[in-house]
């Protein structure tokens, strides 16, 4: 009888260990959702990149419908060395157009959006917003014009 209990300690023993070793992998091995204090500001939409530090050289609201490229840029507020997955949506009356995501770390962001794909080379003229969205919450919204 004392054998017989020893052998199922031993395996509910082992059971434990195995189980807590899943559990502690699983956790190693993906990434947990904790909260973020993140904020964004300072939104502006430009067509134009300075190529040494990457950030808009001039500011605009409206766009000309002849730019091959819009971009979107803010400053990501989050601590230090943390990354977070950003997702952007790109609006056209109303309309989603595309919708794209990256990682992104603390400092000045930008994103952009390449002219139609379409048999013209140029954006469609309309009333356009960008979003950013982070875990399903909206962070920072600009709105701009194509004409």
Known sequence: MLEARSKTQKSQSLFLW??????????LSCRIALPINIKASDPKIGTEINQENGRLIVETTIVPTDKTRIYFEFFLDIPENVDVLLEFRWYRDSELIISH???FVRGYTVAFIDNDQSSSSSFSSGNYIVEVW?????LISKSFTVN
């Open 134 to 138: 982070f875990q399903n919450q909206l």
């Open 101 to 103: 995501t990256g990682r």
């Open 18 to 27: 195995f189980a807590l070793t899943g559990l502690i992998i699983s956790l």
